[in-house]
């Protein structure tokens, strides 16, 4: 869809402007988008006396685009009072970067904008899958949460069902609080990789150390290797 007609949209935008609920800034915003689909959304600012939890017209354009079918942005007109283009602040840019993506244009001044440019190096859905792929991250259960960062853990193999596996468990350091829960704070399931074993331990505590088949033991944690255990895992 290459053809915008900026003018609906500014025109869209405008009128919604005019619904705005804007009694402290006294600065009303309105805001139209063009979704791949063909139809037009709208939203206006909606202020509270609490002024943080007050909504942009953005907001209220993607609020609009899930609930009439949802869809793509891709491009998107917001006007001042006046009905001149106004940039959508920082906060929003981010909202339009995840429904609109950075292909999304956004009318300007002198010319239409992509969010490519207006948010460079956004954060996106790719991020998050980049550190979590298709394996959740591991949780700390809230009642260890005081724990996390001490402590160590130990990864080691294990059988089950006659296959090889690998564990862990998660043990509060001789050097902690005397009256602290005492003993393994955590087990871990099992895993056929190792690595997630590691991830595992990774999320809980700096220290995570490797026990193998042979009774060996590996530093898998952060930083250096200590000098009681100077063979790192690989």
């Known amino acids: 869809m290459t053809d915008i ?21 006294t600065f009303p915003v309105g805001a139209a988008a063009l979704v791949d689909d063909g139809r037009v959304v709208v939203g206006c600012n909606v202020e509270n006396a609490a002024y943080g939890v007050t909504l942009c017209a953005e907001c209220g354009v993607v ?19 006046t009905g001149e283009p106004l940039m959508p602040c920082g906060r929003c840019r981010q ?10 244009l956004i009318e300007s001044k002198s010319r239409p904008l992509r969010m490519a440019e207006l948010l460079p190096h956004a954060f996106g859905v790719e991020d998050l899958e980049a550190v979590t792929g298709e394996t959740p991250v591991p ?3 809230e009642r260890l949460a005081a724990w996390r960062g001490r402590g160590t853990v130990f990864v080691h193999p294990d059988m089950s069902a006659g296959q090889q596996v690998w564990t862990a468990y998660w043990e509060r350091s001789a050097g902690d609080d005397a009256d602290a829960e005492t003993g393994v704070l955590e087990e871990a399931p099992s895993w056929d990789d190792p690595a997630e074993a590691i991830t595992w331990g990774l999320a809980r505590t700096p220290r995570v150390v490797v026990v193998d088949a042979t009774g060996t033991i590996f530093w898998a944690g952060e930083g250096e290797p200590p000098m009681e255990i100077p063979v790192r895992w690989s």
């Open 95 to 104: 909202l339009l970067w995840e429904h609109g993506g950075p292909e999304c």
């Open 5 to 25: 007609d900026w003018a609906r949209l500014r025109a869209a935008a405008t009128d919604a402007m005019r619904h705005a609920y804007a009694p402290y800034s």
């Open 139 to 141: 949780v700390v259960p």
């Open 63 to 81: 609020s609009s685009l899930h609930a009439t079918g949802g869809g793509r942005i891709v491009a998107l007109s917001c006007v001042d009072a």
